[in-house]
């Protein structure tokens, strides 16, 4: 039976599957209140025998438009990059494998939480990014995890330019598994977990551990350094600042380099 929904997101188990739907209208901003329940939710799942297979979606108009914009300031900025960051990892170390489903906005810190799933599956129309660079940030989630997803270059550009692109694109550079139109998504995502369900938990859980080019240490110690130099560095400069006022007090951003 489904459980009831939290604040911010509503989790239904059906073993061996649990469906994570986050729940912040209209476009599942992730502000401090989700990533506490989802972290708590990553948590619990963990610790069930029963459960090997995560779900993680949003809804039609958004799997999640990134990071609450307010808690990019310097007084909130720590708090929630440690919340937000608690998410990632719990993703990465877990042992159950992971899908995400995206349909409309996947953007920022919505693109990093999709980017180190396991599987992705999106909505050919979905539109995806990385667009802290036009607010004088960066997303340290993607500058650590997408240059061994998707190739350096590629990395690079979509981290310089904050440039958006669809779920087609996505799937081309290899940052989701499929691209189909959005009535389809449902259906292809229930094949595969249809073949995860015929399959032993224990050994999709230890193929999944030796997967990865990156294990778990090796992405903490870089999402660690990435922290470090946002945290010490990048948020202490004027531009920082001024680049989320700006889009608070929806203007153009004046940059002075400092």
């Avoid at 619990?44 to 993680?56: C, F, T, Y």
């Avoid at 349909?103 to 129309?125: K, Q």
């Avoid at 595969?192 to 193929?207: C, D, G, Q, V, Y």
């Amino acid at each position: 039976m489904p459980s009831p929904p939290t604040k911010r997101l509503a989790l239904e188990i059906e073993p061996p599957l649990a469906r994570i739907r986050l729940i912040n209208p209209p476009l599942n901003v992730i502000d401090l209140r989700l990533t506490q329940a989802l972290h708590r939710c990553l948590l619990e799942l963990e610790a069930r025998s029963d459960i090997s297979v995560n779900l993680i979606e949003g809804d039609a108009r958004a799997f999640s438009a990134g990071v609450d914009i307010e808690a990019h300031l310097p007084e909130q900025i720590h708090e929630m990059l440690a919340s937000f960051h608690a998410v990632i990892r719990a993703i990465v170390a877990s042992r159950n494998v992971t899908i995400a489903m995206v349909r409309g906005a996947c953007l920022g810190g919505g693109a990093e939480l999709a980017s180190v799933c396991d599987m992705v599956y999106t909505a050919a129309d979905a539109r995806w990014g990385f667009p802290e660079i036009r607010l004088a940030c960066y997303p340290p989630v993607a500058v650590t995890a997408l240059a061994a997803l998707i190739g350096q270059k590629r990395a690079a550009e979509l981290i310089l330019t904050g440039r958006e692109f669809s779920g087609d694109e996505a799937a081309a550079m290899g940052l989701a598994n499929r691209s189909v139109e959005a009535g389809q998504l449902d259906s292809v995502v229930e094949c595969t977990i249809a073949e995860l369900r015929k399959l032993s938990p224990i050994a999709l859980s230890h193929a999944k551990k030796a997967i990865y080019a990156w294990d778990a240490v090796h992405f903490d110690k870089g999402l660690a350094r990435a922290e470090r130099i946002y945290l010490d560095e990048l948020i202490s400069t004027q531009d920082a600042r001024e680049g989320i006022i700006a889009f608070l007090e929806k203007r153009p951003p004046r940059w002075t380099g400092k």
